[in-house]
T-cell receptor
Framework: DAGVIQSPRHEVTEMGQEVTLRCKPI?????LFWYRQTMMRGLELLIY????????DSGMPEDRFSAKMPNASFSTLKIQPSEPRDSAVYFC??????????FGSGTRLTVV | GENVEQHPSTLSVQEGDSAVIKCTYS??????FPWYKQELGKRPQLIID?????GEKKDQRIAVTLNKTAKHFSLHITETQPEDSAVYFC?????????FGTGTSLTVIP
């Protein structure tokens, strides 16, 4: 198994542009999580899905952020419009039932 | 919801010495406690975990202890090596969701 696959690895965009981050969870995992990591705030849970259904999106910073999981093998996190304070590393993780997460390699987002 | 606190935030030890990182949690429903290691520029990776029906678990130089009554758990690394240098995160889970500590930056000095 290739693990959790995220794309792109790096993204540099201008303020106001739309950004879409992508994640492919491990096959067979039924939960998917989006995290944001910054030096100041550490690992923050943005949203998580169970069986493709959003369960808790209370961590999504504001309406500019949205996430979808149209099927068990794909999820997106979209920021529109992006702002410099959105610059961070965004991790996707997946798991099966109660067990350790497996994290993807992350997307380093820089908004200039 | 669950609140996980982690200490210390930074830790420096001499190579060969032991390192201990401590975490506390608030939700008595939490029953799964993983530890993650994150090297610079890389993803967090699971290194050891413990469930609430166990008080201690060991894997070579790494051990984790859990005190359910006091709601705290600790990571112990013995005979530290320079490659142990990384940020370590604890987490607590009452179900499907994980709540992470703020991380401990461990530096092992050769």
């Amino acid at each position: 198994d290739a693990g959790v696959i995220q794309s792109p690895r790096h993204e540099v965009t201008e303020m106001g542009q739309e950004v879409t981050l992508r994640c492919k969870p491990i096959s067979g995992h039924n939960s998917l999580f989006w995290y944001r990591q910054t030096m100041m705030r550490g690992l923050e849970l943005l949203i998580y899905f169970n069986n493709n259904v959003p369960i808790d999106d209370s961590g999504m910073p504001e309406d500019r952020f949205s996430a979808k999981m149209p099927n068990a093998s794909f999820s997106t996190l979209k920021i529109q419009p992006s702002e410099p304070r959105d610059s961070a590393v965004y991790f996707c993780a997946s798991s099966f039932e109660v067990g350790g997460y497996t994290f993807g390699s992350g997307t380093r987002l820089t908004v200039v | 919801g669950e609140n996980v606190e982690q200490h210390p935030s930074t830790l420096s030890v001499q190579e060969g010495d032991s390192a201990v990182i401590k975490c506390t949690y608030s939700d008595s429903a939490s029953n799964y406690f993983p530890w993650y290691k994150q090297e610079l520029g890389k993803r967090p990776q699971l290194i050891i975990d413990i469930r609430s029906n166990v008080g201690e678990k060991k894997d070579q130089r790494i051990a984790v202890t859990l005190n359910k009554t006091a709601k705290h758990f600790s990571l112990h690394i013995t005979e530290t090596q320079p490659e142990d240098s990384a940020v370590y995160f604890c987490a607590a889970s009452p179900g499907n969701q994980f709540y992470f500590g703020t991380g401990t930056s461990l530096t092992v000095i050769p």
